[in-house]
């Protein structure tokens, strides 16, 4: 299976059949990167540190996430701001 869901065309309509199963190594992965992210919202949101503070300490801490340095970028680059 190429990574996509096998579909059966009804009637002309498409029904999903089966969806692809997911690996060990790939579920670690996601829950790494969701782990990451929220420890990055919990710094950015939640604690007593402004925005400039748990931005430098999400780079400190959390740098080796692609998805925690976008979001950097994104809080960085946003022109007016981030109500918390």
Known sequence: ??????KT???GRARF???PRETSSCKSR???RVE???KAYR???RSKLNTTQALEKMRGTLS???DVLTLI???ESAERGLTK
């Open 1 to 6: 299976m190429d990574g996509s869901a096998t």
């Open 9 to 11: 065309l009804l009637a």
């Open 17 to 19: 059949t089966s969806w």
């Open 30 to 32: 996601s829950a790494a």
């Open 36 to 38: 990451a992210i929220e």
């Open 43 to 45: 710094l950015l949101l």
């Open 64 to 66: 080796h996430s692609e």
């Open 73 to 75: 970028r994104f809080v």
